[in-house]
């Protein structure tokens, strides 16, 4: 074990990853993955601000809100919230064959998060397109007439009501949209990775990029756990 | 452009000329020329310099449209512009010199270079985000130029909905993304300082010894990380709620413009502690150095800046009293924001206690530092006016609010930025200032400053709105005086940026140490090499060890 550790030691004066104000590997570690969640913070406070105007407007619109809820699919957001665990999973199991040094591996479960995200956003893009037909985006054209089932009595929108309704669809497309930009983001990112892990540039001395990048991902799928059920799933016992 | 100014200038000796002043003979101004050197570099004290080149550039900017502003109400009448036009000159005022200046100046310029200094690294934790966020503010300022020179904004700094979202038919978007892109720029120096603070101290340098600088600018980095994406997102809502009318803040369909309020106050107000802290940590500095004692309470300094950081999330809604937001919403602020009062009180006293039988000199950072305490505390004292509910309804929007936040923001962030500049000069630049044209500057920006806002405090309590082009003629004599002390304050302003470029060839060489100060940044050569320290100091001492460095006269320090 020591003479392993000396070893490590020695190689890592001729990392070419390690930068030269960094005394040491940990030391550039420690310090990348410190500044990763840091900015995972800002995107916290990014998106705080959204999911303070929906409380805010829940609560004081809530009919209309169970209403324009009630018109989301829960079948695709229930598929899309499965596809993004399993791309959670995925990401964990690259950084573990990261760890271990296996590159094609690595590169293999970075392939399938990738296409996970894509299979994510394609859903994303069939329940947009079924809002545009129906009159849900907010604009001129917005039209609303369902009612708000609160479990079996059947509520019906008044007129005045449905500029309400309006501003859940327009919460709803700001941030699934915010959402689903990053998840572009994270495929961008990914997609680099990917060209970067198959030529060979991590080791299990030097993966730090596909950690960060797992615990960006893991936070948009975190967001995504809060939004569904805010979203989708408003007074839809029966 | 100006640009081009310090990369050419301060290169001390190229030939083998005399000099045998024990600075080393490479630095990191010499170490490399070109604008290629200084456009692709990642050494945060060449980022520091771009930075001062940038933020002095969209302070004169600024400050024209300052002058613009004071002109016209030179006269009761509105004769020098239109109405309209009036508007978009204070607005791009404002919001050219609270994103563009007041917000990164101290941790961007003096942040830059110092921290990594202080704390003993080679250079900030992550270098290259550091050029980035370079880069980001430059794109950031680009655009607000471009908005500035293609029809403006007319909105005020604070572009309130539904004003912002429904009716003007100025720039807002466009204005809107360029903040949204300089905010970036602030997050990403935030986010490097805290990392750097935490991970890349010299051995030895615990939080207990770190320079109260430090303290003050991991404690304005956390406000950077968690209050700038909030006015991201808050931006992006105006975008979108103008581009596509959605409602979010159109109270015709059911949305509320007060929410827009809160979310861009949440920021905005936070934003004032970090244009000020910074400041603050200057004068920590420059007091204990210049009366030659241990700061008093460098605990309760240290963490009056971590209070400050954190209750300052709390007390945003004190801009709403008037807003309607509910009485007992207001009760809780104005309780709040007295509170905050307290770390800053305890910041201003234990620098006066530090003063006592202190060995004081009246060097020019000193002279900054005299400045900051008492406009601070002018500007402190009247924000405690303004958190009392009965008298914010009676000067709510009017002038005595102006006064009060220039005192903070430019007595306050101004006085701080000078006086480390004077005092950290001649590490930046490796020589010193001349003296004598310092101090008249100090003394010509001090009454100047005064003379400019003191009137406005008395117009804002008689009645004078803000944001108007035309006033009633008996507001004229105090406008008149407010005009001429602007004057004399442009003076003030010019004659650094004047003799600090004089100096930069003409100025006496500075030694390593020029004050016999404390603290690491001292230890190394002036200006620094590349990396900083030739070996990574090992720190076994409290910060502020007055007691053990020898004295000199610091009126005269011209180099040996």
Excluded at chain 1, 170 to 178: H, I, N, Q, R, S
Excluded at chain 1, 212 to 224: C, S
Excluded at chain 2, 470 to 494: H, K, R, W
């Amino acid at each position: 074990m020591h003479d392993n550790e000396a070893a490590t030691v020695k190689h890592e004066a001729h990392n070419p990853a390690l930068l030269h104000h960094f005394s040491d590997t940990q030391q550039q570690k420690n310090a990348a993955s410190l500044g990763m969640w840091l900015f995972l913070v800002t995107e916290i406070m990014f998106f705080g601000g959204m999911f303070c105007a929906y409380l805010i407007y829940r609560l004081k619109y809530f009919n209309a809100f169970a209403a324009g809820s009630q018109q989301l699919s829960i079948t695709l957001g229930a598929a899309n919230t499965a596809v993004l665990i399993i791309s959670s999973v995925t990401v964990v199991l690259a950084v573990k064959a990261a760890e271990a040094g296996k590159r094609k591996l690595l590169v293999s479960y970075l392939v399938v998060t990738v296409l996970l995200g894509m299979t994510f956003l394609t859903i994303k893009g069939f329940e947009y397109r079924e809002k545009f037909e129906r009159h849900h985006v907010p604009g001129p054209t917005f039209q609303f007439t369902e009612p708000f089932n609160d479990n079996g009595t059947i509520i019906p929108l008044q007129p005045d009501e449905v500029p309400h309704a309006q501003l859940f669809f327009a919460l709803y497309f700001v941030m699934t949209g915010m959402h689903a930009l990053h998840m572009v983001i994270g495929c961008g990112l990914f997609s680099v990775l990917i060209v970067l892990a198959w030529r060979g540039h991590y080791s299990p001395g030097y993966y730090t990029p596909i950690e960060n990048a797992g615990l960006y991902w893991h936070l948009v799928d975190i967001i995504w756990i809060y939004l569904f059920p805010l979203l989708y799933l408003i007074s839809r016992h029966s | 452009m100006a640009s081009m100014v310090p990369p050419a200038n301060p290169a001390p000796s190229q030939t083998p000329a005399p000099a045998p002043a024990p600075t080393p003979t490479t630095n990191y101004l010499n170490n490399g020329y070109g604008l290629r050197s200084w456009l692709l570099t990642t050494d945060h004290k060449r980022i520091a310099v771009l930075y001062l080149i940038s933020v002095t550039t969209f302070f004169f900017l600024g400050g024209f449209f300052a002058m613009l502003i004071r002109l016209e109400l030179l006269t009761p009448q509105g004769d020098l512009m239109q109405a309209d036009t009036y508007n978009k000159v204070f607005t791009m005022h404002g919001m050219i010199m609270v994103f563009f200046f007041l917000i990164p100046v101290v941790p961007a310029v003096l942040g830059n270079f110092l921290v990594p200094l202080m704390v003993g690294a080679k250079d900030l934790a992550f270098p290259r985000i550091n050029l980035l966020s370079w880069y980001l503010y430059i794109i950031g300022g680009i655009m607000m130029m471009h908005v500035m020179l293609t029809g403006g904004v007319d909105t005020g700094w604070t572009f309130y909905s539904p004003f912002s979202t429904e009716y003007t038919n100025t720039k807002i978007v466009e204005a809107g993304l360029a903040v949204f892109i300089a905010g970036f720029s602030s997050i990403l120096t935030g986010l490097n300082f805290i990392v750097t603070i935490h991970r890349l101290r010299a051995p030895g340098l615990t939080w207990s010894r770190l320079p109260l600088f430090i303290w003050a600018n991991y404690a304005t980095s956390i406000i950077m990380v968690l209050g700038t994406p909030v006015i991201a997102i808050t931006i992006v809502l105006v975008a979108v709620e103008r581009l596509f009318h959605l409602g979010i803040f159109d109270p015709r369909l059911g949305g509320d413009p007060l929410l827009f309020q809160h979310l861009f106050w949440f920021y905005s107000h936070p934003a004032v502690y970090i244009m000020i802290l910074p400041s603050m940590g200057v004068v920590s500095e420059l007091i204990a150095c210049f009366s030659r004692k241990r700061i008093f309470g460098y605990k309760f300094v240290a963490l009056s800046s971590i209070a400050i950081a954190v209750l300052g999330f709390l007390v945003w809604a004190h801009h709403m009293f008037v807003a309607g937001i509910s009485l007992y919403a207001a009760l809780m602020f104005s309780f709040l924001t007295f509170f905050i009062g307290v770390p800053s009180a305890v910041k201003v006293f234990n620098w006066t206690a530090t003063l006592y039988k202190g060995s004081i000199s009246y060097a020019t950072p000193m002279l900054y530092a005299f400045g900051f305490i008492g406009l601070f505390t002018i500007g402190g004292l009247t924000g405690l006016f303004l958190a009392t509910l009965g008298v914010d309804v009676h000067v709510h929007d009017t002038y005595f609010i102006v006064a009060h936040f220039h005192y903070v923001m430019v007595g306050g962030v101004l006085m701080g930025y000078l006086g480390g500049m004077h005092f950290w000069w001649p590490k930046i630049s490796g020589r010193m200032y001349p003296e004598g044209w310092a101090k008249l500057s100090a003394l010509f920006i001090f009454a100047g400053f005064n003379l400019t806002f003191f009137p406005q405090f008395i117009l804002g309590y008689l009645g004078m709105p803000r944001r108007y082009w035309q006033y009633p003629p008996e507001f004229q004599v105090l406008n008149v005086l407010s005009t001429a002390g602007a004057s004399i304050l442009a003076v003030g302003y010019l004659l650094p940026m004047i003799y600090f470029l004089w100096s930069l060839r003409y100025g006496p060489i500075a030694d390593a140490n020029p004050w016999n100060a404390a603290g690491l940044e001292w230890k190394t050569s002036s200006p620094p090499p590349t990396f900083n320290f030739d070996e990574t100091p090992v720190v076994t001492w409290e910060a502020y060890n007055y007691d053990e460095i020898p004295h000199k006269d610091l009126e005269a320090p011209v180099a040996r």
